[in-house]
């Protein structure tokens, strides 16, 4: 069965619409429990997370209904970043996991996200299994009355996670005399992140984290750096970090104020690795948006680039399958598999900051490994229908790729988040790489299926 309910990232819209209603959200609940529940000789247990959107308070007691209805028990943890509830569920050995977050979208939408026992997201098999249960919600075996479950929150489940956070930042190591600008975007990690930073020594200048259910991602954050990278330069810091609104992606600024994306950080972190020797896999795994200068510097230092789908779930595919360690998206998603189970933006950031620490250099020196390549990438939002199919479309698809040649590179592909495809190009001639981007773009909106913005 094919998934539609299910996105790159989980169920993901505008709240309170569908699929991001109390109805569905509640539906979708009593599937994923029915599909976990296990007769394991203890009581089922589901944990549940969220960010800091309004539609939280909507969304998490329709999924404790969803849930407890199916007979599992329900331990909330509240704002908390999604990779702390992929770790919690490993901790406390429950069923299922579930985080209620549309990641760097707007406050106006939600989502859902799932992962299994293990710690991880779930795979498109299971998920299509779920979105069938879900259109036939009405039959599922409901829990006795007497065998309902029931929900509690968590004590101290921001200091699990802190402590954990803080065990991948090398025991020898201290952030002491380190200037830190941390954009938590008014999002999960707005309380944590900030701590972590703080105990590990490092002078802490904190952003984003007043959150008021509207404010995430607004104007802060991976999405929309700017403001962090010119607060950098204002205090004079060694380093800006700023993460999305569930914090698993994240966008460095080096003391300069200057902007280091995902390639920059997965280049300079599995060059770290490679020297340390924890390199796992003789590469690292990005995907097909990936910077070919990334890919160049990995081969020039003997390591492989492997390109995956976009989405950290295709990523993370890739790396259990060919034995890596190190993964990412250049929009900041990392995945350290040493430290974790899913992507997390704060982990990845304590890394960049021991290898800045270990060589004893500004992180300009330091984490700008490669030269980009010219590359462009833009997004048309779209109403309907199928733009990609049209003749005239693939014409310039077709016509742009022959522009660019064998040395460049020309995507094109629809988001899983939202209403939009994303056109990307890249190569050696900025001139033809703008121009590709163009051609694709400009078909596309003649085709009358773009959305008015």
């Not at 849930?67 to 919690?88: H, K, N, Q, R």
């Not at 022959?402 to 890249?426: C, F, N």
Request: aromatic letters at 4%.
């Amino acid at each position: 069965m094919a998934r539609t309910l299910f996105g790159t990232d989980g169920i993901r819209g505008r709240a309170n619409a569908e699929p991001m209603t109390p109805a569905t959200a509640m539906a979708v609940a009593m599937a994923a429990g029915a599909r976990f529940r296990s007769d394991h000789g203890r009581r089922n247990l589901v944990l549940i997370g969220k960010d800091t959107r309004l539609s939280g308070y909507m969304i998490e007691p329709a999924m404790v209904a969803g849930f407890t209805s199916i007979g599992m028990d329900v331990v909330l943890v509240g704002p908390m970043p999604t990779p702390a509830v992929a770790m919690l569920v490993q901790s406390m050995r429950a069923d299922l996991g579930v985080m209620i977050s549309a990641s760097h979208n707007p406050y106006y939408d939600n989502g859902i996200k799932l992962f299994g026992p293990d710690g991880y997201k779930l795979s498109d098999a299971v998920e299509a299994e779920i979105e069938e249960m879900v259109a036939r919600w009405q039959t599922l075996p409901l829990a006795g009355s007497d065998a309902l479950g029931r929900a509690r929150r968590l004590e101290d489940e921001q200091g699990r996670y802190i402590e954990v956070v803080k065990s991948t930042f090398p025991r020898d190591l201290r952030l002491d005399g380190v200037k830190v600008v941390i954009d938590c975007a008014n999002g999960a990690a707005y309380r944590a992140a900030p701590r972590v930073l703080f105990e590990l020594g490092a002078e802490v200048i904190p952003m984003g984290v007043s959150p008021d259910g509207f404010n995430i991602n607004d104007g802060c954050g991976a999405t929309a750096p700017e403001a962090m990278m010119a607060r950098v330069e204002a205090e004079g810091a060694d380093v800006g970090i700023a993460l999305d609104g569930d914090a698993d992606r994240l966008i460095l600024a080096d003391e300069t104020g200057h902007k280091l994306d995902g390639d920059q950080i997965l280049g300079l972190i599995g060059g770290s690795w490679l020297v340390d020797g924890r390199l796992s896999g003789g590469g690292v795994v990005a995907t097909v948006m990936s910077n070919l200068g990334l890919e160049r510097y990995l081969n020039g230092i003997g390591l492989e680039l492997v390109r995956a789908k976009v989405g950290d779930r295709y990523v993370l595919e890739a790396m259990r399958e060919g034995g890596y360690n190190v993964g990412g998206e250049q929009s900041g998603h990392m995945i350290l598999s040493d430290h974790g189970t899913t992507g997390d933006g704060l982990a990845a950031a304590l890394q960049v900051l021991a290898a800045m620490k270990r060589a004893d250099k500004p992180l300009s020196q330091v984490a700008r490994v490669f030269e980009p390549m010219p590359q462009i990438l833009r997004n048309v939002r779209f109403a309907g229908g199928d733009p990609l199919a049209t003749d005239p479309v693939k014409a310039a698809i077709e016509a742009s790729k022959t522009k660019l040649g064998d040395a460049g590179r020309l995507v094109i592909r629809k988001s899983g988040t939202e209403p939009l495809i994303r056109v990307m190009a890249q190569g050696d001639d900025e001139g033809e790489v703008v121009a590709a981007v163009d051609r694709v773009v400009d078909a596309i909106e003649q085709t009358g299926t773009r959305a008015a913005e």
